[in-house]
């Protein structure tokens, strides 16, 4: 669809119109794209810490952190970060030393 028969189209539809509708999935689509563009600059930000970088790594795939030292995936996650192997080490060993400073019930 051109830009000028969307706004055509904009310019004319009633309210709850499939028009209108369909304008409100694009601008949320839009929104979509540039929200995980923005997380993937932030994932390989240097103003971001390794904490921070992994954190947004996290959200972007809705995983976690493996805890193991040797998972296959902490490769993928120092590649997508930017940061090295120690760094996301670094972020282990600071994940694991807070899990067991919390008193267990």
């Known amino acids: 669809m051109t830009a000028s028969r969307r706004t055509f189209e904009s310019s004319f539809a009633?309210?709850?119109t499939v028009a209108e509708f369909r304008?409100?999935?694009q601008?949320?689509?839009?929104?979509r794209v540039a929200l995980r563009d923005s997380e993937l600059e932030a994932q390989v930000s240097p103003a971001k810490n390794p904490r921070e970088r992994i954190e947004v790594w996290e959200r972007l795939h809705a995983l976690r952190l493996p805890r193991a030292s040797n998972h296959l995936l902490l490769a993928v996650i120092a590649k997508q970060t930017q940061l090295t192997m120690g760094e996301v080490h670094e972020e282990q060993v600071r994940r694991a030393a807070v899990r067991n400073s919390k008193p267990h019930p």
Do not use: S, Y
């Not at 601008?27 to 929104?31: G, I, T, V």
């Open 27 to 31: 601008r949320a689509e839009q929104e």
């Open 14 to 16: 009633a309210p709850g």
């Open 23 to 25: 304008l409100q999935v």
